[in-house]
Nanobody
């Protein structure tokens, strides 16, 4: 089983940057895909960025060119670098992993962007 722990959220002004981290434990070498999702108040959870096999990536249209997902296999960590943040990016961000044991979710980290 895979356990995920996120960190790096916080309060930032519009135009600023944050980097989220998600460390995997348990059986991290069984993970073949990871992603970041987010959920804003009153809205459905949405996929922000995903990475497969450490190289193939995909992004939500509204974050393309501003966010970058990456995975460090040595540290069993996936990162989300978020630049040029906007108030609309305010949400709880969740780390997700898909492994041979099934899906796993982190507990979430709050990102708040002030205007």
């Amino acid at each position: 089983q895979v356990q995920l722990v996120e960190s790096g959220g916080g309060l930032v002004q519009a135009g600023g940057s944050l980097r989220l981290s998600c460390e995997a434990s348990g059986s991290p070498y069984s993970i073949y895909a990871m992603a970041w999702h987010r959920q804003a108040p009153g809205k459905q959870r949405e996929l922000v960025a995903g990475i497969v096999d450490g190289s193939r990536t995909n992004y939500l249209d509204s974050v393309k060119g501003r966010f970058k997902i990456s995975r460090d296999f040595a540290d069993n960590t996936v990162y989300l670098q978020m630049n040029s943040l906007k108030p609309d990016d305010t949400a709880v961000y969740y780390c997700y992993a898909r492994s041979f044991d099934g899906p796993s979710w982190g507990q979430g980290t709050q990102v708040t962007v002030s205007s």
